[in-house]
Nanobody, 121 residues
Framework: QVQLVESGGGLVQPGGSLRLSCAASRSIFSTNVMGWYRQAPGKERDLVATITSGGTSPSGGSSNYADSVKGRFTISRDNAKSTVYLQMNSLKPEDTAVYYC?????????WGQGIQVTVSS
C-alpha cells in the first residue's frame, strides 16, 4: 500500500505564494500520474493539476491544469524521490481549500490525507 504524505500548506495573504510537496512512502511504478486536487467547504473535490511520469525523464512528462489556476500554479515532480510539487503563486481567497495529493498507477488510485491552504488577509 502506497502512502502519500503532504506538506507545505498554511495561511498566506492574497497575492502570496506557497509550495506544496507530496512524497510517496515507497517506490511507485514507472508509469503513473500524480496530481493535486482541492476541496473547498461545501463543494466537491476538483482537479487542480496533474503530471505524468514521463517515461525515462527524471522530472516527469506532460502536465494539465484547471483553468482557474493556469498561469499561477506550476506542478512538477522528481521521479527519483517519488515526489510531486505544486508551486502556487498569486494566491487568491478562492484558492482556500484542503488540497489532496493523488497517485494513479496500474495497481490503484491513492490519496493523501489532505492539507489546508488558507488565503486570507
Amino acid at each position: 500500500q502506497v502512502q502519500l504524505v503532504e506538506s507545505g500548506g498554511g495561511l498566506v495573504q492574497p497575492g502570496g505564494s506557497l509550495r506544496l510537496s507530496c512524497a510517496a512512502s515507497r517506490s511507485i511504478f514507472s508509469t503513473n500520474v500524480m496530481g493535486w486536487y482541492r476541496q473547498a467547504p461545501g463543494k466537491e473535490r476538483d482537479l487542480v493539476a496533474t503530471i505524468t511520469s514521463g517515461g525515462t525523464s527524471p522530472s516527469g512528462g506532460s502536465s494539465n491544469y484547471a483553468d482557474s489556476v493556469k498561469g499561477r500554479f506550476t506542478i512538477s515532480r522528481d521521479n527519483a524521490k517519488s515526489t510531486v510539487y505544486l508551486q502556487m503563486n498569486s494566491l487568491k481567497p478562492e484558492d482556500t481549500a484542503v488540497y489532496y495529493c493523488n497517485l494513479v498507477n496500474r495497481v490503484g488510485n491513492y490519496w493523501g490525507q489532505g492539507i489546508q491552504v488558507t488565503v486570507s488577509s
